[in-house]
């Protein structure tokens, strides 16, 4: 478009058209939102919310169940059909799903909650100061067991020859 026509457009609708800054604030709009980090405390506190708000949401919609529930019985018992049965029936399934549901949600919780305070312990670059001797029985339980019964074969010959 060249300046004589966007001129012409803003004097019409009684504007002021200026393309060169709204392009600056777009880009810089777009930068900002572009860098924005995640945190690990927003994460916990974005899954704290939405737990509670899907955990009010299945509890709730237990509740109306429930109630459904109860006004269907009343309606089957009075007219004895055998669709308002079958009806209740479906709804006390469904009902007895979202319970289920809700439990897993708290199962599905509890394991990320536990992967979360899992830390991985990692060491690298280890050093060791001692022999190699005893580095070996460190390793090697069942070596280092056969030496301390060589050692005390040994102090009980010792000790039988200062008579």
Known sequence: ???ESEDRISEVLDVNY????QEEVTSSIVKKVNNLPITKEKMDKDLGADYREVR??????IN???????G????????????AYEV???MIKTVAEMNKDLIDMHNKMKIIKKE????NNTTHNSIYVGSTSDLQDLI?????AKKAINDNIIDVEVSGDDN
Do not use: C, F, W, Y
């Open 64 to 70: 109306t169940g429930q109630n459904a529930i109860d």
């Open 1 to 3: 478009m060249n300046k």
């Open 140 to 144: 090697n339980q069942s070596r280092s």
């Open 56 to 61: 009010s949401n299945l509890k709730d919609l």
């Open 72 to 83: 269907i019985i009343s309606v089957a018992s009075d007219s004895d059909s055998p669709r």
């Open 18 to 21: 200026e393309p060169h800054i």
């Open 88 to 90: 209740a029936g479906q």
């Open 116 to 119: 979360e305070t899992n830390v």
